[in-house]
T-cell receptor, first 116, second 115 residues
Framework: AQTVTQSQPEMSVQEAETVTLSCTYD???????LFWYKQPPSRQMILVIR??????QNATENRFSVNFQKAAKSFSLKISDSQLGDAAMYFC?????????????FGKGTHLIIQP | SAVISQKPSRDICQRGTSLTIQCQVD?????MFWYRQQPGQSLTLIAT?????????ESGFVIDKFPISRPNLTFSTLTVSNMSPEDSSIYLC????????????FGPGTRLTVL
């Protein structure tokens, strides 16, 4: 079974600075999807960024980017110019390619605190 | 992206009773999923809701406890049966969308408290 590990239960960063959240995963598949989700106190799960394993280029969405290292099975999230609204739980997630038939496997999450 | 609504948004229930949670999507989707998020924890997949056939349950979850219906491509229900305080959680509906099945979206969740 696939596993996802987030080794940082909590991270703190000053507003406007950059922070990197770590995620590693274990799989025997060669093709799969990786995601970062944000869950603010409202509990709504918000898709931040996704990466297809067959793509070598790292995904980027505005201030959010990933460092995808397939051989190392590492998928870190970098948040640049941190804003107060970025404060939330961040979950790394994995999914097999299976035509969307497979659910997500989540890491335990990282609580991100933004210091004003 | 798909817009997902859930009812109820929250409920407080007595031990031994059952609660049915509804999930409505604004477009037809092939795959719908139900997740549980226990207090302070991550999300765990309960089951995949299949249209026209029985749901597929993950290890540790059984149909008698979490019966699921999927009558069409935009709607599903999850029932939490014979509840105990350990069932107190947030229950989230999720769908796969996007032309490459590479986007998965979540409903706002149902916060269940069992006394």
């Amino acid at each position: 079974a696939q596993t996802v590990t987030q080794s940082q239960p909590e991270m703190s960063v000053q507003e406007a600075e950059t922070v990197t959240l770590s995620c590693t995963y274990d799989t025997s598949e060669s093709d799969y999807y990786l995601f970062w989700y944000k869950q603010p106190p409202s509990r709504q799960m918000i898709l931040v960024i996704r990466q297809e394993a067959y793509k070598q280029q790292n995904a980027t969405e505005n201030r959010f980017s990933v460092n995808f290292q397939k051989a190392a099975k590492s998928f870190s999230l970098k948040i640049s110019d941190s804003q107060l609204g970025d404060a939330a739980m961040y979950f790394c997630a994995y999914r097999d390619p299976g035509g969307g038939a497979d659910g997500l496997t989540f890491g335990k999450g990282t609580h991100l605190i933004i210091q004003p | 992206s798909a817009v997902i609504s859930q009812k109820p948004s929250r409920d407080i229930c007595q031990r031994g009773t059952s609660l049915t949670i509804q999930c409505q999507v604004d477009s037809q989707v092939t795959m719908m999923f139900w997740y549980r998020q226990q207090p302070g924890q991550s999300l765990t997949l309960i089951a995949t809701a299949n249209q026209g056939s029985e749901a597929t349950y993950e290890s540790g979850f059984v149909i008698d406890k979490f019966p699921i219906s999927r009558p069409n491509l935009t709607f599903s229900t999850l029932t939490v049966s014979n509840m105990s305080p350990e069932d107190s959680s947030i229950y989230l509906c999720s769908v796969v969308s996007g032309s490459l099945y590479n986007e998965q979206f979540f409903g706002p969740g149902t916060r269940l408290t069992v006394l």
